[in-house]
């Protein structure tokens, strides 16, 4: 296994090397629509043609602010579609997480497949 730290955004990472990306509450905090854009850049260059792709964020009603700070919020449609052409939505889910101080945020998760 190796480790990799670095910004989202701005990382190297090889070609069609990955079958699975899985992001559970880092693209919500993605606020600018660059950084969107090249995190999405990002995953298809990485991602192998046909691979899976796992965002969670925040939903519709989760909150605006997390760990001080801002958020963005996205149904399963919105955020299939900050991903655009070339990924099939293949199911979505929204589910309430309790965090440890016992408060509920609503989640969305999207799986999308690349195409192959």
Not at 73 to 83: A, I, Q, V, W
Not at 93 to 108: C, D, I, R, W
Request: proline share 5%; charged share 25%; net charge negative.
């Amino acid at each position: 296994m190796q480790w990799l730290v670095g910004d989202i955004t701005r990382l190297e990472l090889p070609r069609h090397a990955y079958d699975l990306w899985h992001d559970r509450a880092v693209f919500h905090f993605l606020r600018e629509p660059e950084d969107r854009r090249r995190y999405v850049e990002l995953v298809r260059h990485a991602l192998k043609p046909g691979g899976h792709v796992l965002v969670a964020t925040f939903g519709p009603h989760g909150p605006e602010r997390c760990s001080d700070l801002d958020v963005m919020r996205y149904s399963g449609d919105e955020l299939h579609g900050e991903f655009g052409g070339g990924f099939t939505k293949v199911n979505e889910l929204t589910e309430l997480h309790a965090t440890p101080s016992g408060k509920q945020q609503e989640f969305v998760y999207c799986y999308c497949r690349l195409a192959g």
